[in-house]
T-cell receptor
Framework: GENVEQHPSTLSVQEGDSAVIKCTYSDSASNYFPWYKQELGKRPQLIIDIRSNVGEKKDQRIAVTLNKTAKHFSLHITETQPEDSAVYFCAASLNDYKLSFGAGTTVTVRA | NAGVTQTPKFRILKIGQSMTLQCTQDMNHNYMYWYRQDPGMGLKLIYYSVGAGITDKGEVPNGYNVSRSTTEDFPLRLELAAPSQTSVYFC??????????????FGSGTQLSVL
């Protein structure tokens, strides 16, 4: 099955700086890569996703890049704000029903 | 729309007890899923369903059972609770499969402790 590794496990950034989280996946057939944000005690919320026919996608301060050859994808958050503090999960899917999740990155934005 | 609704929010079970985690969605979604999230870990798929009357195992199905008698409901049953089943359980749904342009919507979770 698919194996997704996520780094780093924790990330502390100064408010206004950028944050980058990287994930690698094992199965080259994976074709859908979502990112979820989970605040403490809350449900995961989809923040951005990318499919394998696209190399980069942006939504305001958030962007995701995908390198299919290297089998890795990254989340970039620019101009970080305190409300960006949360746990972020990457995931990869190679079929209709199964998402394989990374272990998560705890992001802390220091004011 | 309420979205995906899970009950209960919290539960403590004794070893060997049984319980059913309820999940219902009002978005007319065909696909429904149960995930568990252990501390400091990502989500693992327990069971999924692609429509009423159809269920299948995910990555970690042992110790659980599901049914899908209606489009709206997808309950998860624990028959003989064990400490290893202490986790946060999330139900999720999507209109179609992930290879289409569909997104996954999560419920608010059930925190289960087995003591």
């Amino acid at each position: 099955g698919e194996n997704v590794e996520q780094h780093p496990s924790t990330l502390s950034v100064q408010e206004g700086d950028s944050a980058v989280i990287k994930c690698t996946y094992s199965d080259s057939a994976s074709n859908y890569f979502p990112w979820y944000k989970q605040e403490l005690g809350k449900r995961p919320q989809l923040i951005i996703d990318i499919r394998s026919n696209v190399g980069e996608k942006k939504d305001q301060r958030i962007a995701v890049t995908l390198n299919k050859t290297a089998k890795h994808f990254s989340l970039h958050i620019t101009e970080t704000q305190p409300e960006d503090s949360a746990v972020y999960f990457c995931a990869a899917s190679l079929n209709d029903y199964k998402l394989s999740f990374g272990a998560g990155t705890t992001v802390t934005v220091r004011a | 729309n309420a979205g995906v609704t899970q009950t209960p929010k919290f539960r403590i079970l004794k070893i060997g007890q049984s319980m059913t985690l309820q999940c219902t969605q009002d978005m007319n979604h065909n696909y429904m899923y149960w995930y568990r999230q252990d501390p400091g870990m990502g989500l693992k798929l327990i069971y999924y369903s692609v429509g009423a009357g159809i269920t299948d195992k995910g990555e970690v199905p042992n110790g659980y059972n599901v049914s899908r008698s209606t489009t709206e409901d997808f309950p998860l049953r624990l028959e003989l609770a064990a400490p290893s089943q202490t986790s946060v359980y999330f139900c999720a749904s999507s209109y179609a499969g992930l290879s289409t342009n569909e997104k996954l919507f999560f419920g608010s979770g059930t925190q289960l402790s087995v003591l």
